[in-house]
């Protein structure tokens, strides 16, 4: 069974990214510090990245963290989607308009001008499709920005939310939770590392 999973690294006040996040300042400042585990040697950090990353079908993202990924500083054949690990799964981006050109050609990009429920359900017509040749269940992995996150647990579109809890307190920056509405969870997973406590949850 396809699930949607939301996954993203947060800090201790609630924020995904640091102060002053833009194309040249991705993460914001201090922002670095979230994903920290990403790149850690601790065993378990590398297990989740390794397995978090072999388990993508599809994968969402809004369309400012796509202009991050895809810019100069962005992503290349040493570090992309699960750091060090760099998968290839198909990407779908949320946007008001495409990208006029795309540097990274030799990833799947697929861009949904009408919505994040669109653009989910795009992804598991792409996450089916891998997991009919993989042979295997794939899930679609929503991987950010925070707002997009946000947008899909509002709408009920997520089945799991994963949480990488950076030891840092950033001051500032994009709130994943700004206002949002209650929602119900159910804890299934807490995996403490040198690096970070990883957190899994069902939503309700």
């Known amino acids: 069974m396809i699930r949607i999973i939301a996954d993203i ?3 201790l006040d609630g924020f ?25 040697d601790d065993p378990e950090d590398r297990r989740l990245l390794r397995e978090g990353t072999a388990r993508s079908g599809a994968v969402v993202l809004g369309r ?16 992309g989607y699960g750091a060090g690990e760099v998968g290839k799964p198909s990407f779908v981006v949320v946007t ?7 540097r990274l050609t030799d990833l799947d ?10 653009a989910v359900a795009v992804a598991r017509e792409r996450a089916e499709a891998a997991s009919a040749a993989a042979g295997r269940d794939l899930d679609v992995v929503l991987m950010g920005g925070g707002a997009l996150i946000g947008s899909a647990l509002d709408a009920g579109l997520v ?13 500032g920056g994009t709130p994943l939770f700004p206002g949002r509405a209650p929602q119900a969870l159910v804890q299934r997973s807490v995996t403490p590392t040198s690096t970070a406590t990883h957190l899994t949850y069902d939503v309700l």
């Open 64 to 79: 400012r963290l796509f202009d991050i990924v895809d810019g100069p500083g962005g992503w290349d054949d040493t570090t």
């Open 16 to 40: 995904v990214t640091g102060p002053d996040p833009g194309p040249d300042n991705g993460l914001g400042t201090g922002g670095e510090a979230l994903h920290t585990w990403a790149f850690s």
């Open 96 to 102: 008001g308009t495409p990208p006029e050109a795309v």
């Open 109 to 118: 990009w697929t861009f949904v001008t009408t919505g994040v429920a669109d």
């Open 9 to 11: 690294s947060v800090s």
């Open 159 to 171: 089945d799991i939310l994963a949480l990488h809890l950076a030891p840092v307190v950033l001051g």
